[in-house]
């Protein structure tokens, strides 16, 4: 038979042009039907889906997808609901918001590689990761949006007897979904499989170079290494990071440990000058140059402040009246006492601690801004020294902004005074006046700066 009279033949039989079964009249309408292919053949005796069943499982593929968004709880966030000035922050802060609600609708325009959201809690970065994902919706093209702990869920749900799919299916759309966004990445139950899971999902949206949004809190070293180095690939991969503090706060509390909040009165319009007291001359103009020079360096807080002075004189006050003023300008603070801050320390060694202890060690060594309430270093344990000694040593190699408040210069490690009291990097301010007891406080008012 000549080529002309084969393929008309194959077309009365229900067969294309290149032998393949066609779509309906073989089918029978079960939807699925095996090709016309010799022996040898990998597609011999497959089952596949004939044409009337494409739209069917493709349609089936998308109402999975989002069932596993659940976007319709996120409607609402979108670039029109955004603010991306914030709420009360500084230039610095606004303009790092500005540019990443800029690089988020650019990326919506036109999703292209990997765009990495990365902040702390409440900055705003999975507004902007739902944001795209909306904003892709409402243009027709097809988006899974999904929190990661939910996806691994919405995984293993895919065993169960009455799973309307297969975990190879579920799996497979979610590794080649058209837009991905994984909401949260490093949250999750890192058990093998999950770490297997989630390496696997990355690894083949790396080499296709499909569009991926992902927004984490996790700093690019604490991230598992077979996953940082395709986070971090600049010929793919855009990082954002998200300066503003969380927008859901009305105090700065950057951090759990942060213990801010219990200081709020504590502010400079608050500062005793006690000048009911009876103190010698040289003791209030201590007691004043203590409270301006506080008041400059919260005006530009760069290098260390070192504050000095007898339990009660009034230390801890300066020390969280200038954390204070920096969280009104929006600036990121992290405030905690140093026995409190140990303590946080040796609980991410319990097995039951959700957060590992270079992570919280990381968080407070490289805080941008840090208080230090009440550091005595001398009766601390060998353990407890080493750690103070690690931390001040690296926040004063790496120059950042710190405010330390200590009793007496004797309760310094030896090691650590050549940091603390190093007058080419460190103000030091002595509070030269007893500790405040509230003499004659229920007689006469103590005098208030106006």
């Given amino acids: 038979?000549?080529?002309?009279?084969?393929?008309?033949?194959?077309?009365?039989?229900?067969?294309?042009?290149?032998?393949?079964?066609?779509?309906?009249?073989?089918?029978?309408?079960?939807?699925?039907?095996?090709?016309?292919?010799?022996?040898?053949?990998?597609?011999?005796?497959?089952?596949?889906?004939?044409?009337?069943?494409?739209?069917?499982?493709?349609?089936?593929?998308?109402?999975?997808?989002?069932?596993?968004?659940?976007?319709?709880?996120?409607?609402?966030?979108?670039?029109?609901?955004?603010?991306?000035?914030?709420?009360?922050?500084?230039?610095?802060?606004?303009?790092?918001?500005?540019?990443?609600?800029?690089?988020?609708?650019?990326?919506?325009?036109?999703?292209?590689?990997?765009?990495?959201?990365?902040?702390?809690?409440?900055?705003?970065?999975?507004?902007?990761?739902?944001?795209?994902?909306?904003?892709?919706?409402?243009?027709?093209?097809?988006?899974?949006?999904?929190?990661?702990p939910d996806l691994l869920d919405h995984l293993r749900a895919a065993f169960s007897p009455t799973s309307p799919v297969s975990f190879d299916q579920r799996f497979d759309s979610v590794r080649t979904a058209p837009l991905l966004v994984l909401d949260d990445l490093g949250t999750q139950n890192a058990t093998p499989w999950a770490r297997e899971k989630l390496f696997q999902i990355l690894n083949y949206r790396y080499n296709a170079r499909l569009p991926t949004v992902i927004t984490t809190n996790q700093s690019p070293e604490e991230i598992e290494m077979r996953l940082r180095s395709r986070l971090t690939d600049p010929d793919i991969v855009n990082p954002v990071t998200i300066l503003a503090r969380d927008f859901r706060g009305s105090m700065a509390e950057q951090s759990d440990l942060s213990s801010l909040s219990l200081h709020s009165h504590q502010i400079f319009r608050?500062?005793?000058?006690?000048?009911?007291?009876?103190?010698?001359?040289?003791?209030?103009?201590?007691l004043r140059a203590a409270r301006e020079a506080a008041k400059v360096y919260a005006q530009d807080p760069q290098g260390w402040l070192v504050l000095t002075g007898p339990y009660?004189?009034?230390?801890?006050?300066?020390?969280?009246?200038?954390?204070?003023?920096?969280?009104?300008?929006?600036?990121?603070?992290?405030?905690?006492?140093?026995?409190?801050?140990?303590?946080?320390?040796?609980?991410?060694?319990?097995?039951?601690?959700?957060?590992?202890?270079?992570?919280?060690?990381?968080?407070?060594?490289?805080?941008?801004?840090?208080?230090?309430?009440?550091?005595?270093?001398?009766?601390?344990t060998a353990w407890a020294q080493e750690k103070l000694l690690q931390l001040i040593d690296h926040r004063f190699n790496a120059g950042l902004s710190t405010v330390i408040t200590v009793a007496t210069e004797s309760e310094v490690h030896p090691r650590l005074k050549t940091r603390l009291f190093d007058r080419s990097h460190c103000l030091i301010v002595s509070l030269k006046v007893p500790g405040y007891t509230g003499q004659g406080a229920g007689r006469t008012p103590a005098k208030r700066e106006g």
């Fill in 1 to 148: 038979m000549n080529t002309r009279n084969t393929s008309k033949a194959n077309r009365e039989r229900g067969r294309d042009e290149s032998g393949d079964v066609s779509v309906c009249p073989l089918c029978g309408g079960k939807g699925f039907l095996r090709r016309d292919v010799p022996v040898g053949h990998p597609d011999f005796g497959k089952a596949v889906p004939c044409e009337c069943k494409v739209t069917e499982l493709q349609d089936a593929r998308l109402l999975d997808l989002r069932a596993a968004s659940n976007l319709g709880f996120l409607s609402r966030l979108t670039f029109d609901s955004f603010v991306p000035d914030g709420y009360g922050l500084n230039k610095e802060l606004r303009v790092n918001l500005r540019s990443a609600y800029e690089a988020a609708e650019a990326y919506a325009a036109k999703p292209s590689g990997w765009l990495i959201l990365r902040g702390k809690y409440g900055c705003g970065k999975t507004h902007l990761a739902a944001a795209i994902a909306n904003r892709r919706i409402e243009q027709g093209h097809p988006v899974l949006f999904v929190v990661v």
């Fill in 270 to 286: 608050t500062f005793l000058l006690r000048s009911r007291e009876n103190l010698k001359p040289e003791q209030r103009r201590s």
């Fill in 312 to 380: 009660g004189a009034g230390k801890t006050h300066l020390a969280a009246a200038i954390a204070s003023h920096l969280v009104g300008e929006g600036q990121l603070v992290l405030f905690v006492v140093v026995a409190d801050l140990l303590d946080h320390l040796r609980a991410t060694f319990s097995p039951s601690s959700s957060v590992s202890f270079d992570k919280a060690f990381g968080e407070i060594r490289n805080a941008k801004f840090l208080v230090l309430d009440d550091l005595n270093t001398v009766s601390a």
